[in-house]
């Protein structure tokens, strides 16, 4: 079963507009980490938050963090064409255990 | 550093053969971990292998089994194929310790 579940699980915008993704996980986790697909291939690592940051960047991305609702956030700011991808969101309970991939949010942005 | 080689790349295969995929992870990582990626049921854990032990498991059946060697790299196999086992096959490796994981590019096999 899925640990994460990305909300929405699609989202289309114009370039250069904001992108939101949700996720939300059901057990405590070590961490949060969110991954970014493009179509057919690996998975490219963004960021990784742990349980007892609240917010981190990366260039255009932000992730935030809520451990007491269980959810976390991927803002990515002024979106490009290149940016259209599937967002997966990856907890992991612990250090050395597994980890668990949601189903995945698949941007579109328009040029 | 190199990054994680996956072969082959595509594979054909019918109901019934077995099959072997092979990882080759990020020179000095000594965790290496497996997914299916099916269009319905996402990116599904399958084992996590570390230092040629197997220590995290998802819930598939006996036939999905894998290995690792001395060198890191790690096969998968999966034997009496079905239909549904057609899917993306990705590895990823990490160090064991930091928890991100990069991921080759996957091996697509399809089962007639």
């Known amino acids: 079963s899925q640990q994460g579940e990305e909300d929405p699980q699609a989202l289309s915008i114009q370039e250069g507009e904001n992108a939101t993704m949700n996720c939300s996980y059901k057990t405590s986790i070590n961490n949060l980490q969110w991954y970014r697909q493009n179509s057919g291939r690996g998975l490219v690592h963004l960021i990784l938050?742990?349980?007892?940051?609240r917010e981190k960047h990366s260039g255009r991305l932000r992730v935030t963090l809520d451990t007491s609702k269980k959810s976390s956030s991927l803002l990515i700011t002024a979106s490009r064409a290149a940016d259209t991808a599937s967002y997966f969101c990856?907890?992991?309970?612990?250090?050395?255990?597994?980890?668990?991939f949601g189903i995945g949010t698949k941007l579109q942005v328009i040029p | 550093k190199a990054g994680v080689t996956q072969t082959p790349r595509y594979l054909i295969k019918t109901r019934g053969q077995q099959v072997t995929l092979s990882c080759s992870p990020i020179?000095?990582?000594?965790?290496v971990s497996w997914y299916q990626q099916t269009p319905g049921q996402g990116l599904q854990f399958l084992f996590e292998?570390?230092?040629?032990?197997?220590?995290n498991k998802g819930n598939f059946p006996g036939r999905f089994s894998g290995r690792q060697f001395s060198n890191s790299r790690s096969e998968m196999n999966v034997s009496t194929l079905e239909l549904g086992d057609s899917a993306l096959y990705l590895c990823?490796?990490?160090?064991?310790?930091?928890?991100?994981?990069?991921f080759g590019p996957g091996t697509r096999l399809t089962v007639l």
């Open positions: 292998y570390f230092s040629e032990t197997q220590r």
């Open positions: 938050i742990r349980s007892n940051e």
């Open positions: 990856a907890t992991a309970a612990a250090s050395y255990q597994k980890v668990t």
């Open positions: 020179s000095g990582h000594r965790s």
């Open positions: 990823a490796s990490s160090s064991g310790e930091a928890d991100t994981q990069y």
